[in-house]
């Protein structure tokens, strides 16, 4: 099997997607494109033409525009008519063309809620649909649609699931920040399952079984791997920080490339390692971080195979500019590759 190994990569993270990169990946997201006055924008992608050079460095990679984002707003506006979401389609489909680009991939966090501080409906559920359907009408079977799926089941009730599963070639389960910004409760935020005694879903298989039964296919679901950490202050000294109420909701931390022996040491942490969610953290008696090492990483990939799942995405790739778990992720797929030959 072709397991997808799918990057994320920023504006500011484009130049620095080396030859070897782009060999171990089969997609690159371009992140983010935006809708303006009900069109796209690709403004803020002043690296976008960079695009060719990357793809000469690996002719079978997919480089796909990523439109919307954390407070992106547009897409409610832009679904609510039959002309609105034609108009914005045909806007995708150019710009495709004029960049060469394989597909796109829809990141509207999120329909029927207005948490990111942009405009909701409850009409979104249906009209969501019907933008996917728009876009596959004008992109045709041989170009990608994908979505960047929220991990919860605030995303499965704001949309319909099993109709967008049909429109698309891939969902993107969002398995980071499942503990977040709103989140008190100091824990995993990318565990692959629960810890002992948290039966808050929280994780990677409890949210894939969530799509599942809302109808989207194994082979379409792709899970997320996070190179970024989150951290929570002020966490009582219990059980070693994990699943403790917190001062401070879960903040962002440091990319995986800063978690060094020396931030490790200057800050007095410790490392665990929780087996019953299959993900690591460190401790120092008041701060919990949260983050993914490469046996994390490695575990997640485990899964994908034993499931039937598509692949593994990364959010994001100038986050590890080590490249350990770029290499952690390559290295458990191409094991299979390797079994399968």
């Given amino acids: 099997m072709q397991y997808v190994k799918i990057a994320y990569a920023m504006n500011a993270s484009l130049p620095g997607v ?23 924008d690709l403004s803020g992608l002043s690296n976008i033409g960079l695009v060719q050079k990357i793809r000469k460095w690996n ?26 979401r034609w108009e914005f389609a045909r806007s995708v489909r150019s710009a495709l063309d004029e960049y060469g680009l394989d597909g796109v991939d829809i990141d509207w966090e999120y329909p029927c809620s207005d948490l990111a501080g942009i405009v ?10 019907h933008l ?68 808050s879903g929280l994780n990677t298989c409890d949210v894939v079984r969530m799509f599942r039964r809302a109808g989207v296919p194994a082979e379409k679901l792709v899970v997320g791997a996070a190179f970024y950490a989150r951290r929570w202050f002020g966490v009582p000294n219990v059980n070693h ?27 007095g942490f410790e490392q665990f390692w929780d087996a019953d969610a299959q993900a690591a953290y460190l401790w120092n008696g008041s701060e919990f971080v949260s983050f993914e090492t490469p046996e994390a990483v490695r575990l997640k990939c485990e899964y994908v195979r034993r499931e039937g ?26 094991d299979e590759t390797n079994q399968m030959e």
């Fill in 132 to 199: 996917l359907r728009a876009l596959r009408r004008q992109l045709g079977a041989g170009r990608i649609l994908s979505i960047a799926a929220g991990a919860g089941d605030y995303f499965v009730r704001g949309t319909q699931m099993d109709q967008v599963a049909k429109l698309t070639d891939y969902v993107q389960l969002m398995t980071y920040d499942m503990r977040s910004g709103f989140c008190r409760q100091a824990g995993h935020h990318a565990a692959l399952m629960a810890s002992s005694g948290d039966d």
């Fill in 120 to 129: 909701s409906s409850p009409r979104d559920r249906e009209n969501f649909t």
């Fill in 309 to 334: 799942l598509l692949g593994v995405m990364y959010w994001e790739h100038g986050c590890d500019k080590t490249r350990v778990l770029l290499e952690a992720i390559d290295a458990a797929f191409s």
């Fill in 18 to 40: 080396t030859r070897e990169d782009a060999r171990k990946l089969t997609h690159l997201n371009l992140a983010f494109g935006l809708i303006r006055e009900g069109m796209l």
């Fill in 241 to 267: 920080g994990l699943l403790q109420q917190a001062d401070s909701v879960g903040l962002g931390g440091p990319h995986y490339d800063e978690i060094t022996d020396e931030f490790i040491e200057k800050n």
């Fill in 59 to 84: 002719p079978q990679l997919r480089i796909v525009l990523s439109v919307g984002g954390w407070g992106a707003g547009g897409f409610s506006e832009v679904s609510r008519t039959e002309e609105g």
